[in-house]
């Protein structure tokens, strides 16, 4: 796959949350394509972030796409919410609809994109009822809840089971957990188009090295 096809969206999970303004800033201007955004509830994952506020005041900073991971236990109560933040994709995890496709039509009817994801211990088994709403598929790499995990293994190969399932379907794959310099390789030769990475992006002596690190995954 070109290079020129993949789409990098930094994590501010890892960013300075003391100055996520400027952090939104200075990653829009070091070549980020999309912003991710990690909303957590301490319910579906152990750990809190920020919500729909937080989202809408960050939202004047950057032009680019919101990248909106849902990592809460009842999206269908907040999609209209993170619509109005500002989110352009709503992407809402598989374990926890149970009318996935109720859910997606939601999204959809806000004028989001709708995304599904899945952790490292999900199958994929009913996505291909839903394929005609789904706009990505977010393949979590590790369990979701923080920043800084392993890698795990077997997301390559799902993301090749993926890439088969939506051969006919105008879909994106996009990654998130683990993703650095070395596993961003093995990710985009499975076929994911889209690179989440946090850790990788964030941590570093001081922001000159951003470009380069987001540089260094395409
Ligand atoms: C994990 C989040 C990720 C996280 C990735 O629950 O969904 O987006 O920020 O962080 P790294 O790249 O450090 O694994
Ligand atoms: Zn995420």
């Known amino acids: 796959m070109s290079s020129q096809n993949i789409i990098i969206a930094p994590s501010v999970l890892s960013a300075d949350f003391s100055n996520l303004g400027q952090e939104v800033n200075d990653i829009d201007e070091a070549g980020a394509d999309w912003i991710h955004l990690d909303v957590m509830d301490g319910h579906f994952v152990p750990n809190l972030t920020f919500g729909p506020s937080i989202i809408s005041s960050i939202r ?50 806000t004028g989001c994109k709708a995304g599904v994801s899945i952790n ?70 499975a076929g994911a188009n889209i690179l989440v990475s946090g850790s990788f992006i964030f941590s570093g002596e001081n922001k000159s090295i951003y470009k380069e690190r987001i540089a260094s995954l395409r």
């Open 60 to 109: 004047k900073k950057t032009k680019k796409c919101f990248d909106t991971h849902l990592m809460i236990s009842n999206p269908d109560e907040y999609i209209e919410q993170y619509k109005n933040a500002g989110s352009d994709i709503i992407t809402v995890h598989k374990e926890v609809c149970g009318h996935l496709d109720k859910t997606l039509s939601s999204i959809k009817n």
């Open 120 to 189: 490292p211990g999900t199958d994929i088994s009913g996505l291909e009822y839903v394929l005609d709403k789904i706009d990505l598929i977010l393949v979590m790499s590790v369990n979701p809840g923080f920043g800084g995990q392993k890698f795990i293994n077997s997301s390559i190969q799902k993301i090749k089971k993926i890439k088969e399932l939506v051969q006919n379907f105008n879909i994106d794959i996009e990654v998130d957990g683990g993703i650095d310099d070395k596993t961003a390789t093995l990710v985009k030769n």
